[in-house]
């Protein structure tokens, strides 16, 4: 059985919502750094139990790579407490990973729900000159 959960429109926002840490790997059968990082982003999810590894077929789920403006494949995201933590293009190694989901367990999500809150309010305060 495999380790990772395959996420859809359907089920993706009650994964995110039911889970404080969740990782994300958008990905295409077609893309070939997508092929090489499965085994490595398999490794890691069997490595963390604890932790939901999810996979969003860009071909089969187009709606959830436009709703997080994923560019190109692999992606690698991790949502913690329902606030994206982490973004980044590209097949990480190995050791990249681990070093990514043991930076993302150490974050005071606390800090990070203040510093989002700041970057919200500052944008509301410009009046949202970005939506012209």
């Known amino acids: 059985m495999s380790s990772?959960?395959?996420?859809?429109?359907?089920?993706?926002?009650?994964?995110?919502?039911?889970n404080g840490f969740v990782l994300i790997d958008f990905w295409a059968s077609w893309c070939g750094p997508c092929r090489q990082f499965a085994p490595v982003y398999e490794k890691a999810a069997e490595a963390n139990?604890?932790?939901v590894f999810g996979k969003v077929d860009t071909e089969a789920q187009p709606?959830?790579?436009?709703?997080?403006n994923i560019?190109?494949?692999?992606?690698l995201m991790i949502v913690r407490d329902q606030v994206a933590v982490f973004a980044q293009p590209g097949a990480l190694p190995e050791a990249a990973l681990e070093d990514?989901?043991?930076?993302?367990?150490?974050l005071d999500m606390d800090?990070?729900?203040?510093?989002?809150?700041?970057?919200?309010a500052a944008a509301e305060?410009?009046?949202?000159?970005?939506?012209q």
Do not use: H, M
């Open 4 to 18: 990772t959960v395959e996420l859809t429109k359907e089920n993706f926002d009650q994964t995110v919502t039911d």
């Open 49 to 51: 139990p604890d932790l």
């Open 63 to 68: 709606e959830l790579a436009a709703a997080f």
């Open 100 to 106: 990514v989901i043991g930076q993302a367990r150490k």
């Open 125 to 131: 305060r410009q009046g949202g000159a970005q939506d």
């Open 71 to 75: 560019r190109s494949i692999p992606t």
């Open 111 to 120: 800090e990070v729900r203040r510093q989002v809150a700041e970057q919200q």
